[in-house]
């Protein structure tokens, strides 16, 4: 009972000097929705780069041969067969090669990103097929000149014309389309989209590349991916002799480095926007002061009448927990609407998580207890003799 | 009611000691209408604060209904000026940004009472004092004899035994000023014990006792005829 009315009188106080009180939650709005915003847009590009990643496919080691310097070489079937020889622990290797070439559909041409590979490829990187066939073994082993095509050619060089069945020029070869690949990306110039991908033995002629340098090894499960690395290591510096003559990673590695270094980002932009929330509860203490202060001859007279030490402290102190609190509130409703502007400015969606938006509030009505304190127990203490001599 | 033995109240001011009260002892019987008088700096604000239990005195007894209240801590103080005690005061001491009706219910705020019981008590001790058409307006809207009746029914709303009204008619015109006196007769009458502190011999005479004080010490108590 005490509690609510305590409650009540507070609103009142902030009622009655409104202007004073919106200026006073100005610092912690701006601090929760400072917080709210730089956090949720960290984290949003943070998700934004693991989807990415993760959308290369799953147990998923990249190997690139650089070779150079070396009498030896290794090549795509010796890859092969090491694969089928460790194929407990490997599903599967998908030889890479890529590079520009143009494509044309009657009069339509254009430029765009070729790839070469095999059948592996398709679970390697996660890559589906939303109409017609993948790659298969035949087709690399026969070198045929069969193609897939990303949405963006098919959208620009196919039009409202089912792909599969229809011819396609590429580099002046004529190459039948067989699938069409699952959008990865926004369908636009230059995305993953933007890609045509045609069997290795048949890109390796097209390109005039007698070495393959890229390999994606796709391992069974998540838990032979270590062992998998291990092994091909083990099997390249046989051949090789030396350690820089190739590169072996996979995704946990990247994503580790990443989520390292957001975490670090988080940190700092949480601790920056953070400074400012302290900020705000140094205006709170600061107004509720100078409110003390102008209302002495009111604290003198609620003391007269009978008000406890405990009375008085709890009016001040709910009065600043409730302006932070306010202030939190419209901070975060600021914080989504702002995090959605800026996160769709920058083409990162990011939406902000009930954690954040819970940590943030819960420190706005800390500031005001932690703030509010001084000020209401200075409140509390004045004699009220005193404090009724007050003009 | 109201018995102090031999009270001092010392002020330090720098190095300075001020007596504000010089070994004081007066007894209020209950039910009595007893003035204090003396000029500015006597002492007798001091005196009134002691009674109200807003301050405590340096050293001497005080006994509030039989209990000591001269040791009692300030939360014990608070509560006894809210059960037992009603100010009126010379700048009505009202909150201006509260309706009347709200200034007379705090005192029964910090009582407990609540919210319902709280309104009907504040609109029936503001309806004694004949302002039962003006319950919602602010201080400022009302004239000084109006709000000093407004301060007089925050003063008893709460059922205390004792009124204390510091220069009650100091800041009103004559008129408002008999208005005032009335009312604190009729409180009288209704069984309150009133002290009554002024400088208006007019005005203690009104008094069943005048009780004057000079430099912090008593001078004669005599009964008025």
Same mark, same amino acid.
Request: with cysteine; charged share 20%; glycine share 8%.
């Given at each position: 009972?005490?509690?609510?009315?305590?409650?009540?009188?507070?609103?009142?106080?902030?009622?009655?000097?409104?202007?004073?009180?919106?200026?006073?939650?100005?610092?912690?709005?701006?601090?929760?929705?400072?917080?709210?915003?730089?956090?949720?847009?960290?984290? %949003? =590009? +943070? /998700?934004? *780069?693991? $989807?990415?990643?993760?959308?290369?496919?799953?147990?998923?080691?990249?190997?690139? &041969?650089? #070779?150079? %310097? =070396? +009498? /030896?070489? *290794?090549? $795509?079937?010796?890859?092969?067969?090491?694969?089928?020889?460790?194929?407990?622990? &490997?599903? #599967?290797?998908?030889? +890479?090669?890529?590079?520009?070439?143009?494509?044309?559909?009657?009069?339509?041409?254009?430029?765009?990103?070729?790839?070469?590979?095999?059948?592996?490829?398709?679970?390697?990187?996660?890559?589906?097929?939303?109409?017609?066939?993948?790659?298969?073994?035949?087709?690399?082993?026969?070198?045929?000149?069969?193609?897939?095509?990303?949405?963006?050619?098919?959208?620009?060089?196919?039009?409202?014309?089912?792909?599969?069945?229809?011819?396609?020029?590429?580099?002046?070869?004529?190459?039948?389309?067989?699938?069409?690949?699952?959008?990865?990306?926004?369908?636009?110039?230059?995305?993953?989209?933007?890609?045509?991908?045609?069997?290795?033995?048949?890109?390796?002629?097209?390109?005039?590349?007698?070495?393959?340098?890229?390999?994606?090894?796709?391992?069974?499960?998540?838990?032979?991916?270590?062992?998998?690395?291990?092994?091909?290591?083990?099997?390249?510096?046989?051949?090789?002799?030396?350690?820089?003559?190739?590169?072996?990673?996979?995704?946990?590695?990247?994503?580790?480095?990443?989520?390292?270094?957001?975490?670090?980002?988080?940190?700092?932009?949480?601790?920056?926007?953070?400074?400012?929330?302290?900020?705000?509860?140094?205006?709170?203490?600061?107004?509720?002061?100078?409110?003390?202060?102008?209302?002495?001859?009111?604290?003198?007279?609620?003391?007269?009448?009978?008000?406890?030490?405990?009375?008085?402290?709890?009016?001040?102190?709910?009065?600043?927990?409730?302006?932070?609190?306010?202030?939190?509130?419209?901070?975060?409703?600021?914080?989504?609407?702002?995090?959605?502007?800026?996160?769709?400015?920058?083409?990162?969606?990011?939406?902000?998580?009930?954690?954040?938006?819970?940590?943030?509030?819960?420190?706005?009505?800390?500031?005001?207890?932690?703030?509010?304190?001084?000020?209401?127990?200075?409140?509390?203490?004045?004699?009220?003799?005193?404090?009724?001599?007050?003009? | 009611?109201?018995?102090?033995?031999?009270?001092?109240?010392?002020?330090?001011?720098?190095?300075?000691?001020?007596?504000?009260?010089?070994?004081?002892?007066?007894?209020?019987?209950?039910?009595?209408?007893?003035?204090?008088?003396?000029?500015?700096?006597?002492?007798?604000?001091?005196?009134?604060?002691?009674?109200?239990?807003?301050?405590?005195?340096?050293?001497?007894?005080?006994?509030?209904?039989?209990?000591?209240?001269?040791?009692?801590?300030?939360?014990?103080?608070?509560?006894?000026?809210?059960?037992?005690?009603?100010?009126?005061?010379?700048?009505?001491?009202?909150?201006?940004?509260?309706?009347?009706?709200?200034?007379?219910?705090?005192?029964?705020?910090?009582?407990?009472?609540?919210?319902?019981?709280?309104?009907?008590?504040?609109?029936?001790?503001?309806?004694?004092?004949?302002?039962?058409?003006?319950?919602?307006?602010?201080?400022?809207?009302?004239?000084?004899?109006?709000?000093?009746?407004?301060?007089?029914?925050?003063?008893?709303?709460?059922?205390?035994?004792?009124?204390?009204?510091?220069?009650?008619?100091?800041?009103?015109?004559?008129?408002?000023?008999?208005?005032?006196?009335?009312?604190?007769?009729?409180?009288?009458?209704?069984?309150?014990?009133?002290?009554?502190?002024?400088?208006?011999?007019?005005?203690?005479?009104?008094?069943?006792?005048?009780?004057?004080?000079?430099?912090?010490?008593?001078?004669?108590?005599?009964?008025?005829?």
């Amino acid at each position: 009972m005490r509690w609510i009315q305590a409650f009540k009188m507070a609103l009142k106080g902030i009622a009655s000097n409104k202007i004073r009180s919106a200026l006073t939650m100005l610092g912690i709005i701006i601090g929760v929705s400072a917080v709210i915003v730089m956090v949720s847009i960290v984290q %949003g =590009s +943070t /998700r934004q *780069v693991t $989807e990415r990643l993760q959308g290369m496919g799953t147990n998923l080691i990249n190997l690139s &041969i650089r #070779g150079r %310097g =070396s +009498t /030896r070489r *290794v090549n $795509e079937k010796d890859l092969l067969e090491f694969a089928q020889n460790n194929s407990d622990i &490997i599903e #599967g290797i998908a030889p +890479t090669i890529s590079g520009n070439v143009t494509v044309k559909v009657g009069n339509k041409n254009l430029q765009t990103n070729l790839v070469g590979t095999n059948e592996v490829y398709e679970t390697a990187r996660n890559t589906s097929v939303q109409q017609g066939r993948f790659i298969n073994a035949l087709d690399v082993e026969r070198r045929q000149k069969v193609a897939l095509v990303g949405t963006y050619i098919q959208q620009e060089l196919f039009d409202s014309i089912n792909p599969v069945g229809q011819h396609i020029k590429i580099n002046g070869d004529i190459y039948t389309v067989v699938g069409v690949l699952e959008a990865k990306s926004n369908s636009t110039a230059g995305s993953a989209d933007d890609v045509v991908v045609i069997p290795y033995t048949t890109a390796k002629r097209l390109l005039r590349n007698a070495m393959i340098s890229s390999y994606y090894v796709q391992a069974k499960t998540p838990d032979t991916v270590e062992q998998a690395m291990t092994k091909l290591k083990d099997f390249l510096f046989k051949i090789f002799n030396n350690e820089n003559s190739y590169m072996v990673f996979n995704q946990a590695d990247m994503l580790e480095s990443v989520n390292e270094a957001t975490k670090s980002m988080t940190m700092m932009l949480g601790g920056i926007a953070g400074i400012s929330l302290v900020v705000g509860g140094i205006g709170i203490m600061n107004i509720m002061l100078v409110s003390v202060t102008e209302r002495t001859r009111e604290i003198g007279i609620r003391k007269a009448v009978g008000a406890k030490r405990r009375d008085i402290l709890a009016q001040f102190l709910i009065e600043a927990v409730v302006v932070s609190c306010l202030g939190g509130i419209v901070g975060v409703l600021l914080g989504i609407i702002f995090t959605n502007i800026i996160g769709n400015a920058l083409g990162i969606p990011s939406t902000p998580t009930m954690l954040t938006m819970l940590i943030s509030f819960s420190f706005s009505a800390f500031v005001g207890i932690f703030f509010g304190l001084y000020p209401a127990s200075k409140a509390s203490k004045l004699s009220p003799i005193q404090a009724l001599r007050v003009e | 009611m109201i018995r102090i033995e031999n009270m001092y109240k010392i002020y330090r001011m720098g190095s300075n000691e001020v007596c504000a009260l010089n070994g004081v002892s007066l007894h209020v019987k209950p039910k009595e209408f007893v003035a204090i008088i003396g000029p500015s700096g006597s002492g007798k604000s001091t005196l009134m604060n002691i009674i109200g239990c807003l301050d405590t005195p340096t050293s001497g007894r005080y006994f509030l209904d039989g209990e000591e209240v001269s040791k009692l801590k300030d939360d014990s103080l608070a509560s006894i000026r809210n059960r037992k005690i009603g100010f009126i005061f010379q700048s009505f001491n009202l909150l201006p940004k509260f309706s009347a009706v709200e200034n007379v219910e705090l005192p029964l705020i910090y009582m407990g009472v609540g919210k319902k019981e709280r309104r009907k008590m504040a609109i029936e001790a503001l309806e004694r004092v004949g302002l039962g058409n003006r319950i919602h307006h602010k201080p400022s809207e009302l004239s000084g004899g109006q709000q000093q009746r407004v301060a007089i029914a925050r003063a008893f709303v709460s059922k205390p035994s004792i009124i204390l009204a510091d220069e009650p008619t100091g800041s009103l015109d004559s008129k408002s000023g008999t208005e005032i006196m009335n009312i604190i007769h009729e409180l009288h009458a209704s069984g309150k014990t009133i002290v009554l502190i002024t400088h208006d011999n007019n005005i203690a005479a009104q008094a069943e006792r005048i009780i004057r004080i000079h430099d912090g010490k008593i001078l004669d108590e005599g009964e008025v005829a």
